[in-house]
Each structure stands twice: as C-alpha cells, then as structure tokens.
C-alpha cells in the first residue's frame, strides 16, 4: 500500500511516515504543495493524506485538482482547527474524511485502514478473533459457537473493535466513530466506559482467553494476547 503525505510541518511529517512505515505501508513525503502537485501527477497512490493548510499551493487547490482527474484514490485530510467551515469545504471538495490535529496515532491509522477497506470494497460479511465471531448480515455475535445477545450499541462497538483488532482503539475515536459525537459538548468516557463493561461481561468474562484489553491512559485493544 503506498501513502503520500502532503504536509508542510516537517515534525509531524516525518512522525507520520516513521509510524506508517512501522505498520508497514509505503510513504512518500511531500512537504510544499508543489511537490504534492508533482507526486500526484507522477504515479498513482492507494491513498493520500492531505493537510489543508500548505504555504503556496494549500490543500484545497490540490484536493479541487486531483478530483478533477481522479474520483478514485482516498484522500484524508487533516485539518489545524476543529472549525466546520474547514470540514465542510474538505468533504465538499471530494475529501473523502478528515482528522483533526494534532490527533493520537491510532486514529490516524484506524481512519487509514477504514478508507483503504472502503476503497477495496470488499467488507467482509464475518469478522472474528479467536472463537469469536460476527456476522454482519445476520446481525449475530458468537463466542465458542454460543449467541451472545447484544444491544444495537455493544454490536456497533464489538464491530468498531474487531475492525481495529489488534490495535488501540481511543476514547476519541469511539466518541467520534461509535457515538458519532465530534464535538464533545459533553465527556462521553463514562458511556464508553460502562458500554466496554457489559461488553467485557458478555463476550469475555464467562471465556478464555481475554479478547477485550484496557490500554491504561489511552484506550482499548482487541486482541489474543494482553498489551
Ligand atoms: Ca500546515
């Protein structure tokens, strides 16, 4: 999978293409808008990552042009401020989803891996971990072949964290994703919280091995093994 990133502060650049590279996508680096304009027209990307605001050639100019040509590739874009005239000129433009800076890590590849998935358009019908399973269509979650029965809301959740597996899920990103909740008028970490609870309670507690792991001070993981 290659990534270009077009983004003009070097730190955070650099941090993006190093934490890619650690989950093994190909990156390139573009830190002006011209370089971004040259790459773009010199191959073609499985998706970009695109910071609106670049001196001289800013992310709109680059998002309106690469639309012209090509509906197709992903496009992420990151924005300074959570201002919705940014979002909303981002997305109008033919972005296809935005990150907010400065933003954790696992958002940033979570919102990766869901772009990609949708870029493929294969969504899998089942996901599963160990004997875990969900099947989308049916709507039904088993745990060594046993119905565990799950609200519209832990069925949402479990699917978020089965998306994820294997990787740290934040609160924000289940604020955002799962309760859909960008703004955070109000804290959501105690519904977080006590939705992780019944979770646990249901679909790991009477079993073994342990699926559903808190990540203390950052989030959670689905995964075999404890973090
Ligand atoms: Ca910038």
Same mark, same amino acid.
Not at 115 to 124: E, I, P, S
């Given at each position: 999978m290659n990534i270009l990133v077009i983004e003009d502060e070097k730190k955070v650049a650099l941090a993006i293409k190093k934490g890619l590279e650690s989950e093994h996508y190909e990156v390139e680096l573009a830190l002006t808008g011209e370089e971004g304009f040259f790459?773009?027209?010199?191959?073609?990307? =499985? /998706?970009?990552i695109l910071d609106l605001m670049l001196p001289g050639r800013d992310g709109t100019e680059i998002l309106r042009t690469l639309r012209k040509k090509d509906k197709g590739t992903p496009v992420l874009v990151l924005t300074a401020k959570d201002t919705l005239e940014d979002k909303i000129l981002g997305l109008d433009l033919g972005a296809d989803d935005y990150l907010v800076k400065p933003f954790a890590f696992p958002e940033l590849t979570a919102r990766i891996r869901? /772009?990609?998935?949708? #870029?493929? #358009? =294969?969504?899998?019908?089942?996901? #599963?971990?160990? =004997?875990?399973?969900m099947d989308l269509v049916k709507r039904t979650v088993l745990r060594a072949r046993q119905a565990i029965p799950l609200t519209a809301k832990e069925f949402e959740l479990l699917e978020y964290l089965l998306r994820n597996s294997g990787h740290v899920v934040t609160r924000d990103m289940l604020a955002r994703d799962v309760w859909k909740e960008t703004l955070r008028a109000t804290p959501l970490d105690n519904v977080i919280d006590v939705h992780i609870g019944r979770l646990r309670r249901k679909v790991d507690e009477p079993f073994s091995p342990k699926l559903l792991h808190t990540v203390r001070g950052v989030g959670f993981i689905l995964s075999k093994t404890a973090p």
């Open positions: 790459r773009l027209s010199s191959r073609p990307f =499985d /998706l970009v869901a /772009l990609l998935r949708r #870029g493929r #358009g =294969d969504q899998a019908a089942k996901l #599963g971990l160990a =004997d875990l399973e």
